[in-house]
């Protein structure tokens, strides 16, 4: 993604951008950023919304979720090589068309297969816009100036996950689901234009560098199959169904296929030789296991709100967004400790909170009031940036200085595949522990038939006692079951923080600034 640089200010023909139309061209970068991350969790309080509307149920519902990450995981490793190809400019702009096109497709989709068709395009075209927002950023401020334009690129990329929940909650809410993706159009038919008629001056001449295709390939041969098999395995009871064993068997084959393929080419899409710092293996792993984990908890949280809580969408997302305050404003001093602390402590420290907050969640209750509720949640965003700002500096910091684009990329891709993947493993196993909860506690269900005898006293015939009680079991053995999937998730959290002491001390500093998103 260096197709740009930075553009020389005093070279014939080209004139930079200066003060308000700089500032312009920033806004234009850190508002196609905002809606790529946005789209991220919008959709999360949406998935009982959407799962009625098109009669599915709420495990189909969150491919909406999962889709639009794995597409979005696999489009990243080849951001770099499009900019080279056909400019930093031109593929951004087009993104952005091309972003609004497949949102409108998703906003029009009377069906589960033509919207999760519609968001696996829109991460694709999403995934090249964070990455590229960035570097366009950087490409266009002077040197001195880069701070400022990061700080407002940053500022998007930590407002849009809090916003994105209660901006879907309202629009669900008030008007219908199909809104939650309109409203990307109208931004993408102004910002895309504008983009390009303000950064083409900025186009580098095209470099044909060769793509591995067939690395490609079985990347989206493994990733696809794996995913497909985690949605569908509750569905197909798991590896008693031969569609199960047969994805399960591609994307095992798959993976070997494109690990052995991508260690011995000379131009692999995805650069796994990065692997033999340990400084970088052991990052990577904690990135997965904590975002991974993050991520499971912040689609389950309003799925059980709106679901079983009684929440409408909005509540819903006005209860997890919080978990994005302190995020906010804990970011700038993560920043400063990176260059003064080891980050290996900011990390230990902000995962092992993490996995303290999530501990406190596990006493969950259905008796809950909306900050006994929010309350953790405003807590977990404090450790938040202490996990990300770091972990970025020591897993960059880790590789040599020329593997630096090449690791950043295969972070990314790690970190939003986890978070996909993660999404299924915890959907799955909190319905399939919901059963097994209701099945232990039938037994024990009004043995002394006095509740029954008093429901029927007030006038409920048998079978609505029987629907009532049943009901009510059934609200329990979802909060049991949610209390024992976010123990999982607080052990993730903690073995991250464990897996962290792995890597050394990164041996050079890093400008965070260079992670990409």
Same mark, same amino acid.
């Given at each position: 993604? =260096?197709?740009?640089?930075?553009?020389?200010? #005093?070279?014939?023909?080209?004139? &930079?951008?200066?003060?308000?139309?700089?500032?312009?061209? +920033?806004?234009?970068? +850190?508002?196609?950023?905002?809606?790529?991350?946005?789209?991220?969790?919008?959709?999360?309080?949406?998935?009982?919304?959407?799962?009625?509307?098109?009669?599915?149920?709420?495990?189909?519902?969150?491919?909406?979720?999962?889709?639009?990450?794995?597409?979005?995981?696999?489009?990243?490793?080849?951001?770099?090589?499009?900019?080279?190809?056909?400019? $930093?400019?031109?593929?951004?702009?087009?993104?952005? @068309?091309?972003?609004?096109? %497949? =949102?409108?497709?998703?906003?029009?989709?009377? /069906?589960?297969?033509?919207?999760?068709?519609?968001?696996?395009?829109?991460?694709?075209?999403?995934?090249?816009?964070?990455? !590229?927002?960035?570097?366009?950023?950087?490409?266009?401020?002077?040197?001195?100036?880069?701070?400022?334009?990061?700080?407002?690129?940053?500022?998007?990329?930590?407002?849009?996950?809090?916003?994105?929940?209660?901006?879907?909650? *309202?629009?669900?809410?008030?008007?219908?689901? &199909?809104?939650? %993706?309109?409203?990307?159009?109208?931004?993408?038919?102004?910002?895309?234009?504008?983009?390009?008629?303000?950064?083409?001056?900025?186009?580098?001449?095209?470099?044909?560098?060769?793509?591995?295709?067939?690395?490609?390939?079985? !990347?989206?041969?493994?990733?696809? +199959?794996?995913?497909?098999?985690? #949605?569908?395995?509750?569905?197909?009871? *798991?590896?008693?169904?031969?569609?199960?064993?047969?994805?399960?068997?591609? $994307?095992?084959?798959?993976?070997?296929?494109?690990?052995? *393929?991508?260690?011995?080419?000379?131009? &692999?899409?995805?650069?796994?030789?990065?692997?033999?710092?340990?400084?970088?293996?052991?990052?990577?792993?904690?990135? $997965?296991?904590?975002?991974?984990?993050?991520?499971?908890?912040?689609?389950?949280?309003?799925?059980?709100?709106?679901?079983?809580?009684?929440?409408?969408?909005?509540?819903?997302?006005?209860?997890?967004?919080?978990?994005?305050?302190?995020?906010?404003?804990?970011?700038?001093?993560?920043?400063?400790?990176?260059?003064?602390?080891?980050?290996?402590?900011?990390? %230990?420290?902000?995962?092992?909170?993490? @996995?303290?907050?999530?501990?406190?969640?596990?006493?969950?209750?259905?008796?809950?009031?909306?900050?006994?509720?929010?309350? &953790?949640?405003?807590?977990?965003?404090?450790?938040?940036?202490?996990?990300?700002?770091?972990?970025?500096?020591?897993?960059?910091?880790?590789?040599?200085?020329?593997?630096?684009?090449?690791?950043?990329?295969?972070?990314? %891709?790690?970190?939003?595949?986890?978070?996909?993947? @993660?999404?299924?493993?915890?959907?799955?196993?909190?319905?399939?522990?919901?059963?097994?909860?209701? @099945?232990?506690?039938?037994?024990?269900? #009004?043995?002394?038939?006095?509740?029954?005898?008093?429901?029927? #006293?007030?006038?409920? /015939?048998?079978?609505?006692?029987?629907?009532?009680?049943?009901?009510?079991?059934?609200?329990?053995?979802?909060?049991?079951?949610?209390?024992?999937?976010? *123990?999982?998730?607080?052990?993730?959290?903690?073995?991250?923080?464990?897996?962290?002491? !792995?890597?050394?001390?990164?041996?050079?500093?890093?400008?965070?600034?260079?992670?990409?998103?």
């Amino acid at each position: 993604m =260096s197709a740009i640089g930075h553009a020389p200010k #005093d070279a014939a023909g080209i004139e &930079p951008l200066r003060g308000g139309m700089l500032w312009l061209a +920033a806004i234009v970068l +850190a508002g196609a950023n905002f809606i790529a991350v946005l789209d991220m969790t919008i959709a999360n309080v949406s998935v009982p919304n959407i799962s009625g509307s098109l009669g599915i149920s709420s495990s189909q519902g969150t491919w909406v979720i999962t889709s639009y990450a794995v597409a979005e995981a696999i489009v990243v490793p080849l951001t770099g090589w499009l900019a080279a190809r056909f400019g $930093a400019a031109r593929v951004f702009a087009g993104s952005m @068309a091309l972003f609004g096109a %497949f =949102s409108a497709l998703c906003g029009v989709a009377g /069906s589960l297969g033509i919207l999760v068709l519609g968001r696996v395009l829109q991460g694709l075209a999403g995934g090249c816009l964070m990455p !590229l927002s960035q570097t366009l950023l950087l490409g266009i401020f002077p040197k001195e100036k880069a701070p400022a334009a990061m700080a407002l690129w940053a500022m998007t990329t930590l407002v849009a996950p809090i916003l994105g929940p209660i901006l879907g909650g *309202w629009l669900c809410d008030t008007f219908a689901w &199909p809104l939650i %993706f309109f409203i990307n159009v109208p931004i993408a038919l102004l910002v895309a234009p504008l983009a390009w008629r303000m950064l083409k001056r900025y186009q580098a001449a095209p470099v044909r560098a060769p793509i591995d295709v067939v690395g490609l390939l079985l !990347l989206v041969v493994f990733v696809g +199959a794996l995913q497909l098999m985690l #949605d569908l395995g509750k569905e197909q009871d *798991w590896f008693a169904s031969t569609e199960i064993q047969v994805l399960a068997l591609v $994307a095992t084959v798959g993976f070997a296929a494109f690990l052995i *393929w991508e260690l011995t080419q000379r131009h &692999p899409i995805v650069d796994l030789r990065v692997f033999r710092h340990r400084g970088f293996s052991a990052g990577v792993v904690t990135i $997965a296991l904590g975002f991974g984990a993050m991520f499971a908890a912040n689609v389950l949280t309003p799925l059980w709100l709106q679901s079983y809580m009684g929440y409408t969408s909005t509540w819903a997302g006005l209860a997890t967004a919080w978990s994005g305050v302190l995020a906010v404003v804990g970011a700038p001093v993560a920043g400063m400790l990176v260059a003064k602390v080891d980050p290996r402590r900011l990390i %230990f420290c902000g995962l092992a909170w993490l @996995a303290l907050v999530m501990a406190l969640r596990t006493l969950g209750t259905t008796e809950m009031s909306f900050w006994q509720i929010a309350g &953790p949640l405003i807590m977990m965003g404090l450790g938040l940036p202490f996990f990300f700002v770091p972990l970025t500096a020591l897993t960059l910091g880790s590789v040599q200085e020329h593997e630096t684009a090449s690791a950043a990329g295969l972070q990314n %891709f790690l970190r939003t595949l986890s978070g996909a993947v @993660a999404t299924s493993i915890v959907t799955t196993g909190w319905e399939n522990r919901t059963s097994e909860v209701h @099945a232990d506690l039938a037994g024990m269900v #009004d043995r002394s038939g006095e509740a029954g005898r008093s429901l029927a #006293d007030a006038g409920m /015939s048998s079978d609505a006692v029987r629907a009532t009680l049943d009901m009510l079991l059934q609200g329990q053995s979802v909060m049991l079951a949610m209390n024992d999937i976010l *123990w999982a998730v607080c052990a993730a959290f903690a073995l991250a923080a464990m897996v962290i002491w !792995l890597a050394p001390r990164p041996t050079r500093s890093i400008d965070i600034t260079q992670a990409g998103h």
